[in-house]
């Protein structure tokens, strides 16, 4: 990202332009490299945010919701007392440095005060200080007096700007000229490392806006221009930085700087909480997986100590055949099996502290509590085969995801699982109802449902006579076709097709079966888990997975 002086010159003119004369009406510090300010302008409420992170350090307007802690960290409570209800009258760049300062009029009960909030981006040394006739009211990050540091940050000392770099100034035609005539090679890395405030990132803009053959009048010209094309480049779709001006071919235009910073932020933003929920749904959900597999490891070793029951048996049997040749004190003797065809022999261990006919009782026993924990235990495996099967079908849903909104009824799902932790709040929640992905093809509306809560929903949504999928020996989402009992077009069968098999574990696959019937052949069993149906008198179609995004609406 461009977050370098060229770029924040821009951004520090739009902001004059629209936060001069604003009153700041609320703060907040979301995080400790995360400040929020709601603003009262003339033309209405801004919210602008100061990220403050070694990644991502930024000055922009936002409309995105980030709730705030219980308490408030030390450095906003030192905000809100001297900025409350403060007037910005200058928002300015400090000449080719990564620094914006805020100029307020501060007024309490006792006093009016002028004030100055400095903004530094730079990097993992990013911070904000708040300054008072040269001297630090406070800093967001500090120095300690004991450290061995050229800068001094701490409340009363006096603030300096950092030293500035040894580059040469973007509007000194002579020295560009002069940079040009004594260095050769990369071009972007020469204009990056000699000249102020242009990233690596903006040179590049400059050698491909100007050509490889670019002169040190081109770059002063560029450097200088006022003119403005903001944008967010792209590549294979995805955002990948955002432009005063760029010559990249994928592109979306946008009308400032600032418009196209925050969409660029909030595409970044939402991958990372996107990425961020996926770990934590995904962690939660390993460690039930882990242990439903642990348990049927313990219960698979069970049975291996229950396959030789009707040995056992057996042998029980034949100390009773041979009770009359069995004396007290032997320690055991040697039987034909007469269920071996060939007549062959089996050797039984006898307790000697035993008469003949308590040994047959004590191998009775054994066997009968065998078979006893073999019944028990292979129930236990199927309801835990069961389990496995419910959570891996949960794990799916997850990785089919494509954005928050396909995780968050998931994610209440895992709730009620006992997964995650609910949130204690007096308030009675309010149930987000998340609408199914839609589509529409031939006069027909396709649904497909996003999480096992949802396919469940959905069944329960749809008329008898309407359509309905799922592929066969896979994980899926649940798709309906709204036909009424109207005869289906095939062309509307196989994307509804195509779509259940791109939103199913199959979906690395080329040939997916997928069956379909009329609703009315769907059951869901009683105290069956989220997403699980039977289903009869249905038909197979193989297709090939298809996300069918043309045909996608919004609900």
């Not at 922009?60 to 919701?65: C, I, K, R």
């Not at 903001?230 to 071919?249: H, L, M, Q, W, Y």
């Not at 970044?268 to 929920?277: R, V, W």
Request: a positive charge; charged letters at 25%; glycine letters at 6%.
């Amino acid at each position: 990202m461009p977050q370098d002086a060229f770029t924040i010159n821009f951004i520090a003119k739009e902001l004059q332009r629209v936060l001069v004369g604003g009153k700041i009406s609320k703060i907040t510090q979301q995080s400790k490299d995360l400040l929020t300010f709601i603003i009262y302008t003339r033309k209405g409420t801004v919210k602008l945010e100061i990220c403050l992170a070694a990644k991502g350090c930024r000055i922009n307007l936002t409309d995105a919701e980030v709730p705030a802690p219980k308490t408030a960290l030390g450095f906003c409570m030192l905000l809100r007392k001297h900025l409350q209800n403060a007037e910005i009258t200058r928002v300015e760049q400090i000449e080719d440095e990564r620094i914006v300062f805020f100029d307020l009029d501060c007024t309490s009960e006792f006093e009016l005060a002028k004030m100055t909030l400095y903004i530094e981006l730079m990097g993992k040394y990013s911070n904000a200080v708040l300054v008072q006739n040269g001297i630090i009211v406070g800093a967001l990050k500090t120095t300690a007096i004991s450290e061995s540091t050229k800068r001094v940050l701490f409340s009363g000392a006096k603030y300096t700007l950092p030293e500035p770099q040894e580059k040469h100034s973007p509007r000194n035609m002579a020295q560009i000229t002069h940079i040009f005539d004594e260095a050769s090679g990369d071009k972007a890395k020469i204009i990056s490392d000699k000249i102020k405030g242009v990233s690596y990132a903006t040179a590049l803009e400059i050698v491909a806006a100007c050509g490889e053959n670019l002169t040190a009048n081109d770059v002063f010209n560029y450097l200088n221009d006022e003119s403005c094309a903001p944008c967010v480049t792209f590549a294979n779709g995805e955002p990948i930085d955002f432009k005063v001006r760029s010559a990249a071919a994928e592109k979306r235009a946008y009308n400032s700087v600032l418009e196209a910073q925050t969409a660029y932020y909030a595409s970044i933003n939402a991958k990372k909480d996107f990425e961020d929920k996926v770990r934590k749904l995904s962690s939660a959900l390993s460690s039930a997986v882990k242990k439903q597999e642990k348990r049927l490891a313990v219960m698979e070793q069970k049975l291996l100590d229950c396959r030789d029951m009707d040995t056992v048996k057996l042998k029980g049997e034949l100390i009773t055949a041979n009770v009359y040749a069995l004396q007290r004190g032997m320690d055991g003797f040697e039987a034909v099996n007469y269920y071996d065809e060939n007549g062959g022999k089996i050797k039984i261990a006898l307790d000697k502290s035993l008469s003949p006919a308590d040994n047959a009782q004590k191998y009775y026993k054994r066997y009968a509590k065998l078979k006893r924990t073999a019944l028990s235990v292979n129930e236990q495996k199927k309801e835990t085969l069961e389990k496995l099967d419910y959570l891996n079908s949960i794990s799916a849903h997850i990785r089919l995801a494509e954005n928050l909104c396909d995780l968050a009824e998931t994610e209440e799902e895992l709730k009620d699982l006992g997964l995650l932790p609910k949130e204690q709040s007096n308030k009675k929640k309010t149930v987000q109802i998340t609408p199914y992905r839609a589509y529409m093809l031939g006069g027909m509306k396709i649904l497909a449902g996003r999480s096992n809560v949802q396919n469940d929903r959905l069944l329960k949504s749809i008329s008898r006579e309407d359509l309905w999928l799922h592929t066969q020996g896979y994980h899926s989402s649940h798709v309906a076709i709204l036909c009424g009992g109207k005869p289906v077009p095939d062309e509307v069968l196989l994307a509804a097709a195509e779509i259940c098999a791109y939103y199913s574990d199959g979906r690395a696959g080329s040939k997916i079966p997928v069956d379909y019937t009329r609703r009315a052949f769907v059951k869901k069993p009683p105290k069956a888990n989220a997403g699980f149906v039977i289903y009869t008198d249905y038909k197979t179609v193989l297709v090939s997975p298809n996300a069918h995004g043309e045909l996608r609406q919004e609900l």
